[in-house]
């Protein structure tokens, strides 16, 4: 069964550095998203990617974020300069037709 | 007024009986409504959908969707001590965007042999 793939499955960084989150979506796909779930608290929505283009972002994704599809298969985050509270997981999720998402084992990100 | 709002647990039911997971949303637009089921450390998994008021069967489990009151309810027969997990609520078309998925805090359920 096709599944949504991430890498690195753990990121440890320094505060200040750039760190770049990858997801594989499945391969029929259209609509690209990330969340972040910071430890005990609830998924949080930041950024949907449809058509080459954000749909829709959250007040988390700042000017410190961006994403890209880079080519037709990967799906990026990009944290420019990383902040302790920038911990968390990160889940790349993928949806055919913009309604049910999948999502991928996450990255867990360690800023120290 | 939180958008997505669940009761925080923790769920305890026996082997075998039938847990009752309840959720209420704040914005009347929204569209779609999904059960989501996260083990510790694992990312969402996608069990239930639904779109439309009543109820949607696929096994055991059972969503019900009253946009009236503005509540969505997952429930799962024949507990089995594999469902204990956390399961998310998460509503699509919030604030009227179509691309955005808000998540509730999710409820921990506990099934004891």
């Known amino acids: 069964e096709p599944e949504v793939t991430q890498t690195p499955s753990h990121q440890v960084t320094q505060m200040g550095q750039e760190v770049i989150l990858r997801c594989v979506p499945i391969?029929?796909?259209?609509?690209f998203y990330w969340y972040r779930q910071i430890l005990g608290q609830k998924v949080e929505f930041l950024v949907s990617?449809?058509?080459?283009?954000?749909?829709?972002k959250s007040e988390i994704f700042d000017d410190q974020f961006s994403v890209e599809r880079p080519d037709g298969s990967n799906f990026t985050l990009k944290i420019r300069s990383t902040k302790l509270e920038d911990s968390a997981m990160y889940f790349c999720?993928?949806?055919?037709?913009?309604?049910?998402?999948?999502f991928g084992p996450g990255t867990r990100l360690t800023v120290l | 007024q939180k958008e997505v709002e669940q009761n925080s647990g923790p769920l305890s039911v026996p082997e075998g009986a039938i847990a009752s997971l309840n959720c209420t949303y704040s914005?009347?637009?929204?569209?779609?409504f999904f059960w989501y089921r996260q083990y510790s450390g694992k990312s969402p998994e996608l069990i239930m959908f639904?779109?439309?008021?009543g109820d949607k069967e696929d096994g055991r489990f059972t969503a019900q969707l009253n946009k009236a009151s503005q509540y969505v309810s997952l429930l799962i027969r024949d507990s089995q001590p594999s469902d204990s997990a956390t399961y998310l609520c998460?509503?699509?078309?919030?604030?009227?965007?179509?691309?955005?998925?808000?998540f509730g805090p999710g409820t921990s359920l506990s099934v004891i042999p």
């Open positions: 999720a993928s949806s055919a037709r913009g309604n049910e998402q999948f």
């Open positions: 391969s029929n796909h259209l609509y």
């Open positions: 990617f449809y058509n080459n283009e954000i749909s829709e």
């Open positions: 914005d009347r637009g929204s569209q779609s």
């Open positions: 639904i779109y439309s008021n």
């Open positions: 998460a509503v699509f078309g919030a604030k009227t965007s179509y691309d955005k998925v808000i």
